[in-house]
């Protein structure tokens, strides 16, 4: 996913479907000066990791 798209994503009033490996993840934070973005597992609010941006797909409905 490039950079622009994750700040739209984040920034959106609207959930919008994204996926980490195959996960569904939430944005908590997208990292512009090192293209990374902080997330967590749907089911798992608690666990928070920092992923690249490259690494996140948004799913298509």
């Known amino acids: 996913m490039n950079k622009e798209r994750a700040k739209e994503i984040f920034h959106s009033p609207e959930m919008i479907d994204v996926t980490h490996e195959d996960r569904h993840v939430y944005i908590e934070e ?3 000066r090192n ?3 902080r997330i967590h597992p ?3 609010p608690n666990i928070i990791q920092e992923v690249p941006l490259y690494a996140l797909k948004e799913s298509q409905r």
């Open 42 to 44: 749907m089911d798992q």
């Open 35 to 37: 293209e990374t973005a």
């Open 30 to 32: 997208v990292i512009e």
